[in-house]
């Protein structure tokens, strides 16, 4: 069946650093791939999508680009922030019915 | 996008009873979703709700213990029944157009605990 595989957290980084966070996936058909981030004590929030092979997904200095050869959509940032600090979910969809696959999310903390 | 919002943020319960979330939409969507996110976990569909339906509901979730309502595009409610410490939880909802690529727009969650 489809399914979605996250590197595990939790994932530590000083501030500026390169951030990449892989996520590879397995599905039939066409999927459409999702960044999805999650603050403390918050809901989810769209980080970025990608509908189709190549597309790159892009917002606040985040970016992952849909990689049908590899089956891989890795998330990256070139200097994160303490605010990043987050757990992150990646997520695809094929159904018709349009319901999501998650990964297991990945927690990631940044370090002043 | 669509603005979400769940009452009660948070609650704690004593076993055997049961509490209704509402999930509240400032924009009519086709489809809204219900979730379980279990402590330091990813999310588990717990239904579908779409309005002037039954939901639709995931292996292992079954409507006596989450009954759902969907009056209207822009409401639904989950009822989390006979409540036991396992299911102290996260309850989100979710809003979606529907159709593969669209974007699910997540509620702010209701943190449960059961004692």
């Known amino acids: 069946g489809d399914s979605v595989t996250q590197m595990e957290g939790p994932v530590t980084l000083s501030e500026e650093a390169f951030l990449t966070i892989n996520c590879t996936y397995t599905?039939?058909?066409?999927?459409?791939l999702f960044w999805y981030v999650q603050y403390p004590g918050e809901g989810l929030q769209l980080l970025l999508k990608?509908?189709?092979a190549d597309d790159k997904g892009s917002n606040k200095g985040f970016e992952a680009t849909y990689r049908k050869e590899t089956t891989s959509f890795h998330l990256e940032k070139g200097s994160v922030q303490v605010s990043d600090s987050a757990v992150y979910f990646c997520?695809?969809?094929?159904?018709?019915?349009?319901?999501?696959?998650w990964g297991a999310g990945t927690k990631l903390i940044i370090k002043p | 996008s669509a603005v979400i919002s769940q009452k009660p943020s948070r609650d704690i319960c004593q076993r055997g009873t049961s509490l209704t979330i509402q999930c509240q939409v400032d924009?009519?969507?086709?489809?809204m979703f219900w979730y379980r996110q279990q402590p330091g976990q990813s999310l588990t569909l717990i239904a579908t709700?779409?309005?002037?339906?039954?939901?639709?509901?995931e292996s292992g979730f079954v409507i006596d213990k989450f009954p759902i309502s969907r009056p209207n595009l822009t409401f639904s409610t989950l009822t989390v029944s006979n409540m036991s410490p396992e299911d102290s939880s996260i309850y989100l909802c979710?809003?979606?157009?529907?159709?593969?690529?669209?974007?699910?727009?997540f509620g702010p969650g209701t943190r449960l605990l059961v004692l």
């Open positions: 997520a695809l969809s094929v159904d018709s019915n349009y319901q999501l696959i």
């Open positions: 979710s809003v979606g157009r529907g159709g593969q690529g669209e974007t699910q727009y």
């Open positions: 599905a039939t058909g066409y999927p459409s």
């Open positions: 709700a779409n309005q002037g339906s039954e939901a639709t509901y």
């Open positions: 924009s009519q969507v086709t489809m």
């Open positions: 990608a509908t189709k």
